[in-house]
C-alpha cells in the first residue's frame, strides 16, 4: 500500500530555532516529492518539490533533502519565525496522484 | 495572478439535502484533483481528471458522490444525500501537464452537515 508518514506528529519550538521534519514513504513508481505548507483555515501552499534525480532544494529558509533509495525526506527550517506556524506537510507524487502525509503540526513560540 | 477558485468557501446544510461544491482550475492546467481534509484522516484524495476524463474516482462513496468537470474551466463535486459524517474542507487542486510541477490549491470549501 503507498503510503506516506511524517513525524513528528507535532512540534513546538521557540523563534530563532531550527528544526526537522521528517517524512518517510513507500509510494511506487515514484515521481517527485513535495512539502507543502497549510496555515489554519488556507488551501496548502507549495514549498518545495524534488524529483528522483534531486537530493536538496531550498526556498528561503527552507531546506528540504531527499534520498530515494532510503526513500527519506527531511524539511529543514532555520531561524524559525512566529509565521512559520502552520503544518508542514509531505506528498509523494506517483502515477499522476498525490499521496499526503499527516503531516506534522509546528507551533513557534516566541 | 492565476489561482484556482472554489465556490462557496463555507456552506451549512441540513442531512438530506444536495450541496454542490465548485472548482476553477487555473487556466491551462489539464488536471484537477477534488481532496476532503478532516482532523481525524488528513488529506484524502476522492477523485481526479485530466483533460476532463475522470481518472481516479476510488476514494469516493459512489453511492452519494459524483464529480464532473463539464468544461475545461469548472470542476464540480456533488453529495446527494449528504450526511453528518461528510462535514469537512474540501479541496481542488489543479496542476498542469508536466508531473513534475506544483499543484496548486484553493482556499477550500468548508461543509457542515446538520
Known sequence: KNQVEQSPQSLIILEGKNCTLQCNYTVSPFSNLRWYKQDTGRGPVSLTIMTFSENTKSNGRYT???DADTKQSSLHIT???LSDSASYICVVSGLGKLIFGQGTELSVKP | DARVTQTPRHKVTEMGQEVTMRCQPILGHNTVFWYRQTMMQGLELLAYFRNRAPLDDSGMPKDRF??????????TLKIQPSEPRDSAVYFCASAPRDPNTEAFFGQGTRLTVV
Do not use: R
Open chain 1, 64 to 66: 528540504a533533502t531527499l
Open chain 2, 66 to 75: 459524483s464529480a464532473e468537470m463539464p468544461d475545461a474551466t469548472l470542476a
Open chain 1, 79 to 81: 531561524a524559525s519565525q
